[in-house]
Every structure is written in structure tokens, then in C-alpha cells.
């Protein structure tokens, strides 16, 4: 958070510095521990990152399924879905709150709109694993610094280990090839702006607890399994065995 200026302080920044130091944090007496001894599970993060048509959302619906099979507690996020919602574009939001509004808070892809949009999944999935969910999120997600920051948030009021980066490393032209909604046509014609691996940069995970390297015979199902067997071994989901 920026330091205020001391020298010149703006109406604007003092309204600012007032807002914030009256909102106090409120202790609940329904524990995080509570949520998840009721559950019989650790509240997770499973984060999957990776280029559009790379899978992530095929393979975290077959991971949700799995989960929900074997009686876990869980939700899936995915980028499509809020974006018609949470991170909605301006054009969504134009009609209902008016062009100013729209223009403020309706996101985009531009950096600092994938930002805001990571920044708040983030917090979302925060609420969930606090709930003692485990949250599956799927989203483009390109930059570290916007995944770390998350990972922060969900180990910072949880413990280490809660935010699993999962790496869907699919080549590009494999994702081009499958094309599952024609976006790298548009893009390639650039009719689509700012779109990651064409016109936009994607960092790749340079530590990710799971990669998923791509394999041409490798079903969804076989790539969740993995995502599973490395809950397990980490200790963040309990074996069904034994
Ligand atoms: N410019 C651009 N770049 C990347 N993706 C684009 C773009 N424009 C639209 N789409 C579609 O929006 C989905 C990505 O949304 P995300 O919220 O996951 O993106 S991000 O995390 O903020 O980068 C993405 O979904 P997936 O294909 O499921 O990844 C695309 O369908
Ligand atoms: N092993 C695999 N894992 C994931 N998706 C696969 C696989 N093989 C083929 N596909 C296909 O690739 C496309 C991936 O699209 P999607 O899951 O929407 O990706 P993303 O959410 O990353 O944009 C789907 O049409 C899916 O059926």
C-alpha cells in the first residue's frame, strides 16, 4: 500500500486514509478449524494456469467430479463462467450501472485488468478455503507476480502448502490447433486484441506443484488422477485407501 503524502495531503487521500482506518477487522467465533474438522478436509487452493484451449477447465471439471465421488466439499471457478459475472466485461455492466461505471470497474485483458480480475478470484477463492472448500480455479492467470500474490493470500491466512499452482503445459500450436471456441483465428486475424501466446505474454510457472506436461494419449481423467495422487502425497487430501 502507497505511504500518504505528509507534505501536501489531498482532500482525496485523507478521505481515502479515513475510509481505511474505520473499517476493523471483526474476529469470528466459528473457527476456520471449526469449518474444516466439519468437513473432514482442508479448505485447498488447486490453481490451474495455462494458455486458452490448454485444458484447464476439461481437467478441473473431471477433477470436480472426482472430488465430489469420493465425498469431498468442493467448487470449480472458471474464467469464462466469471467473467459474465464477478469480472464482467464493460459492455456487460453498461447497461444496468451506466458507461462510468462500466468503464471503472467492468474488466478487460489489458495487464492491469487481468490483475484486478486475478486479484479478485483470489480473494473469492480466499473466502472459499477459509470455508474449508476445496476451490478449483481455472484461469489464463499469464502473470507470476498476479499468481504469487494469490498464493500469498490463501498461505498468509491459511497454512503453507493450502495453494497448489497446477501447470497445464500445453505447446501453443496444440491449442491452436484445438481452437475449442475460434479465438486464435480471431486473434491470428487480430480481431482479438492483447490475446496470450499471440499478441500477449504468458510466464511460464517456474515452480509449479503440478505440471502437466502434454502427452498426446493423456485423457482429462488421467491428468486429474495425477492432480489427486498429489493431494495425497502432500497430505492436503486424505487417501481414500487404508
Ligand atoms: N485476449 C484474451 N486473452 C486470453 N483469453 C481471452 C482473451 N479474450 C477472450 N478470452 C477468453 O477469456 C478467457 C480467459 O479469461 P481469464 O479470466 O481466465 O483470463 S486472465 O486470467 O485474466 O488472463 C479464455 O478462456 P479459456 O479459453 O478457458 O482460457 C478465453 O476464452
Ligand atoms: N488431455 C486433455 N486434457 C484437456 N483437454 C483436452 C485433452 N485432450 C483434448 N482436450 C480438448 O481440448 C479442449 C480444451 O479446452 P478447455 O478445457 O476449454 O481449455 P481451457 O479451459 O484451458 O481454455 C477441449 O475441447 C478438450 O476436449
Known sequence: MSQPNTDQPSATSDAKDDVQKNIVWHTQTVSREDRESKLGQRGVVVWFTG???????????????????????????????VRHGLCAPPAVLKSEHGEEFADRFGLGFGPTDREENIRRIGAVTELFASAGVI?????VSPYQRDRDRVRKTIESSGRAGDFLEVFVDTPLDVCKQRDPKGLYQKAMAGEIKNFTGISDPYDVPPSPEIHLKWQADQTPHDQASQIIAEMERRGVLQSTEG
Request: net charge negative.
Open 51 to 81: 494458455l486458452s484451449g490448454c485444458g484447464k477447465s476439461t481437467i478441473a471439471n473431471e477433477l470436480d467430479r472426482l472430488l465430489i465421488q469420493r465425498g469431498a466439499t468442493c467448487t470449480l471457478l472458471d474464467g469464462d463462467n
Open 135 to 139: 476451490t478449483l480455479a481455472a484461469f
